[in-house]
């Protein structure tokens, strides 16, 4: 019987012989000696886009604050309250009454505002009513009436003396907002904003104040 270190001993000259250092590939050397080549990072197309988008978020914020600033007058606030009192309708109203003389010592005794309402308005024209925006820093207050079946709403504020001048009668802006048509003139040192639908003529409430309609230039 072979003794237990009898295998090793010809086992290792055959793996010495055959497991003998071997030269490396030159191609790998070349890899190891060169450097490897370290490339930039470039900014990803989302980090563009991003910086795009803030710039026109920026750019529209400052348009906006640009227009707000331009109208401290007070007809943008104007507008949106009438377009909101317009949406609420009369079914709240503090002052129900469709005779111009009651609605106008109505609003004068609560703001001192005196509003020209003629006593018989236009043949279109019925008077429903008046309520005031106590919460406002101007005492301002509304003037509800219908042409034919439609609500309208004029609001009536004091105006900035700055703004108001010498002008007995000046337009000063209109347009829409949440689907009503928005309108605002100076009018004796008031500032007046006309609410009513988008189908509906704003000139048509010329006829509360004007026997003869809308002023020249009117809107």
């Given amino acids: 019987m072979n003794s ?13 012989q055959n497991l003998e250092r071997v030269e490396a590939p030159q191609e790998l050397w070349n890899k190891i000696q060169t450097p490897p080549t370290v490339t930039p990072l470039r ?39 009438a377009a909101k009192a317009l949406q609420r309708g009369s079914e709240n109203i503090e002052f129900r009454s469709e005779k111009a003389e009651e609605i106008q010592a109505w609003i004068k005794g ?35 009436y219908r042409v034919g079946d439609r609500e309208e709403v004029l609001l009536v504020a004091k105006a900035d003396p700055k703004l108001s001048g010498n002008a007995s009668h000046r337009f000063l802006s209109s347009g829409q907002y949440q ?24 000139q048509t409430a010329c006829l509360l104040c004007h026997a003869t309609g809308a002023p020249k230039n009117a809107f």
């Fill in 4 to 16: 237990p270190g009898a295998d090793k001993d010809w086992i290792q000259p055959l793996l010495a």
């Fill in 179 to 202: 689907g009503s048509r928005v309108s605002s003139w100076l009018m004796r040192g008031q500032v007046c904003t006309l609410a009513c639908p988008i189908s509906q003529n704003p």
């Fill in 110 to 144: 609560r703001t001192d505002l005196d509003i020209p309402l003629l006593p018989e308005p236009g043949a279109k024209i019925h008077l429903v009513g008046a309520s005031v925006a106590a919460w406002q820093p101007v005492p301002t207050a509304e003037v509800v």
């Fill in 43 to 81: 900014p990803g197309r989302p980090v563009f886009v991003w910086a795009a988008v803030t710039a026109l978020i920026l750019v529209i914020t400052a348009a906006v604050t640009w227009k707000i600033h331009a109208r401290l007058d007070g007809t943008l606030f104007n507008e949106v309250l």
